[in-house]
């Protein structure tokens, strides 16, 4: 999972940003290593039709929408030849639908049509990015769906894939994205993609500023993962018991 391409990124998306020469770097152990990136929507469809996937499968996405991924990104993928997903945001990518609020320089329409184009699969991220298991009910139908149909219109393409804000979701956020028309989604979690986590529950590893090159071989091949977030993990499970806490005092009493 990446964020932002960037060599000089704003202090907001600094840590969960690459530079590019890090970036292909990484794409180079990749190709190196003989992994297979695909599509999010090729491996789940793969999953769901009892297909065999490729060699070393892998997959490589991209949060938010971020100008890098065009700029910086693109040109090292299709040098390797290798598929990648990209999960936009749409209320704040530039264009008729930005509604402001980005925290960096993000991509325009025109760009995510040439990275659909270069066989970049184009996702759902939400239209204006909140953490949906906190939104109630109308928002949340709306975040999905018109992210959804913004992504339809500007690409021709109704997306099949979605990422949780955040990577926060819980059954009524997952239940909503499917109903949008979204056919799987992806979480963070920082453990390696299994097919019985479920198609609107796959995991991802965060890959960042200080993500060291020993460091991400060490992920690619699956190795000590867990001690590598063993400290984001402790505060994710202190995020849900704190998000659970106030869902509970929000509540109505009967």
């Given at each position: 999972?990446?964020?932002?391409?960037?060599?000089?990124?704003?202090?907001?998306?600094?840590?969960?940003?690459?530079?590019?020469?890090a970036f292909?770097?990484?794409?180079?152990?990749?190709?190196?290593?003989?992994f297979?990136?695909?599509?999010?929507?090729?491996?789940?469809?793969?999953?769901?039709?009892?297909?065999?996937?490729?060699?070393?499968?892998?997959?490589v996405?991209?949060?938010?929408?971020?100008?890098?991924?065009?700029?910086?990104?693109?040109?090292?993928?299709?040098a390797h030849?290798?598929?990648?997903?990209?999960?936009?945001?749409?209320g704040w990518?530039?264009g008729?639908?930005?509604?402001?609020?980005?925290?960096?320089?993000?991509l325009?329409w025109?760009?995510?049509?040439?990275l659909?184009?270069?066989?970049?699969?184009?996702?759902?991220?939400?239209?204006?990015?909140?953490?949906?298991?906190?939104?109630?009910?109308?928002?949340?139908?709306?975040e999905?769906?018109?992210?959804?149909?913004i992504?339809?219109?500007?690409?021709g393409?109704?997306?099949?894939?979605?990422?949780?804000?955040?990577?926060?979701?819980?059954?009524?956020?997952?239940?909503?994205?499917r109903?949008?028309g979204?056919?799987q989604?992806?979480?963070?979690?920082?453990?390696?993609?299994?097919?019985?986590?479920?198609?609107?529950?796959?995991?991802r590893?965060?890959?960042?500023?200080?993500?060291?090159?020993?460091?991400?071989?060490?992920l690619?091949?699956?190795?000590?993962?867990?001690r590598?977030?063993?400290?984001?993990r402790?505060?994710?499970?202190?995020?849900?018991?704190?998000?659970?806490?106030r869902?509970?005092?929000?509540?109505?009493?009967?």
């Amino acid at each position: 999972m990446y964020h932002a391409v960037d060599p000089e990124p704003p202090r907001a998306t600094r840590r969960l940003s690459v530079t590019p020469e890090a970036f292909a770097t990484q794409m180079a152990v990749v190709a190196d290593r003989g992994f297979t990136p695909l599509t999010t929507a090729g491996l789940a469809a793969a999953w769901r039709d009892g297909r065999p996937l490729p060699a070393r499968p892998l997959l490589v996405t991209f949060d938010d929408g971020y100008e890098g991924v065009h700029r910086h990104a693109l040109p090292v993928l299709a040098a390797h030849g290798f598929a990648a997903t990209l999960f936009v945001s749409t209320g704040w990518l530039r264009g008729p639908h930005d509604e402001g609020g980005a925290p960096a320089a993000m991509l325009d329409w025109d760009q995510v049509r040439e990275l659909a184009a270069a066989g970049t699969e184009i996702g759902g991220h939400s239209h204006s990015h909140p953490p949906l298991d906190r939104t109630d009910d109308r928002t949340l139908r709306f975040e999905a769906g018109r992210c959804r149909a913004i992504v339809r219109e500007e690409t021709g393409t109704a997306p099949v894939s979605f990422a949780y804000p955040f990577g926060h979701s819980d059954r009524r956020v997952r239940r909503a994205v499917r109903a949008a028309g979204f056919a799987q989604a992806l979480a963070v979690g920082n453990r390696l993609a299994r097919r019985g986590q479920g198609p609107y529950a796959l995991e991802r590893v965060t890959v960042r500023r200080s993500t060291g090159i020993e460091e991400f071989e060490r992920l690619v091949e699956g190795r000590a993962i867990g001690r590598t977030f063993a400290a984001d993990r402790a505060l994710t499970k202190g995020y849900a018991v704190v998000r659970g806490a106030r869902k509970a005092v929000r509540r109505p009493r009967p």
